[in-house]
């Protein structure tokens, strides 16, 4: 038992320290989340003020600093309070003979480092991709999924606006993806994590981007709105536009759904006025019974 629970409190008192060095500079620059998640923002808000789609809206949108504190919980105070409990699991596996190259069918790790990168960036992108479908299909999930369908104004901080369980519920399919490629990132995996960091600021900005060809690829501005289209189309009764980073499952499954128009439509889901305004809240909401009638 002890064991466990040294897993859990160094797991904890791991991240809070590494949170703090990256604060102050003191770890390398390839892996300072923290200022570099701020140079990414700042960087992509700069671009919305220079060149906003949507002119009218304002630079400080509706939820700005909502938003602005949903980055920081998701992305640093949430992986503090959670990464002890990942620990602890990684421990009990172990216990049951279940390790990170169990589920192995490929091992990358003697691969050419672009190729790796390319590899993880893919697969990953893959499994995001289908847990976010199921965030939209399975019930249970999609009362947590609302929270991130709430944004009424598209901007960059969008991306971070969600519930922390997604966070609990992408990890495991993340992990498992992980442990198909042999159990570990690339040396260089970096790259990867600030690029989708990169892609997802745009995808919820106020820029009109489509990357032209690319744009059966990449996932973009303009395909994303309208996954946060408070209106679905006929035949996309649970949602259109599942990308994260690349465009391409959306294409490859029949899945887009991107039509003519000045960006100009409502976001939002049916019935979002119910959902709390307040981070509390919204963290809170989804472990609540459903409203009958």
């Known amino acids: ?4 629970i040294d897993a859990l409190v160094n797991g ?14 003191d770890v390398p620059w390839y892996t300072n989340y923290f200022w570099g998640l701020i140079l990414i923002s700042l960087l992509v808000w700069g671009l919305e ?3 906003p789609w949507r002119k009218e809206q304002s630079i400080f949108r509706k939820d700005f ?6 980055m920081f919980f998701n992305f640093f105070v949430f992986a503090i309070i959670i990464n002890g409990v990942y620990k602890v699991l990684t421990i009990l596996f172990n216990d049951f003979g279940i390790t990170s190259k169990s589920l192995a069918i490929v091992d990358i790790a003697n691969w050419p480092q672009w190729v790796q990168l390319l590899v ?8 995001q991709w289908f847990t976010h479908i199921l965030l939209h299909r399975v019930p249970a999930f999609w009362e947590f999924h609302k929270v991130h369908h709430s944004v009424k104004e598209m901007g960059f901080a969008a991306h971070m606006r969600f519930h922390w369980m997604e966070n609990v519920l992408y990890k495991p ?3 498992l993806g992980l442990m198909v490629l042999g159990g570990f990132e690339p040396e260089q995996a970096y790259i990867v994590h600030f690029a989708a960091i990169a892609i997802g600021h745009f995808n919820h900005s106020n820029i009109k981007l489509t990357y032209g060809p690319l744009k059966y690829i990449l996932n973009n501005p303009v395909m994303h709105l309208y996954h946060h289209a408070y209106n679905l189309p006929e035949g996309h009764r649970y949602g259109m536009n599942f990308g994260i980073s690349l465009s391409l499952w959306d294409y490859i499954f029949r899945t887009n759904y991107i039509p003519e128009s000045d960006g100009k439509i409502e976001l939002g889901f049916p019935g979002d006025e119910k959902l709390p305004k307040r981070f509390w809240g919204q963290s809170v909401s989804g472990f609540r019974k459903k409203d009958k009638g």
């Open 65 to 70: 600093w909502l938003d602005i504190f949903y």
């Open 120 to 127: 993880f960036f893919v697969v990953l992108d893959f499994v």
């Open 1 to 4: 038992m002890m064991k466990y």
């Open 49 to 51: 003020i220079l060149f």
């Open 12 to 25: 904890f008192l791991g991240m809070v320290q590494w949170t703090w060095r990256s604060i102050i500079f």
């Open 173 to 175: 399919l993340k992990t």
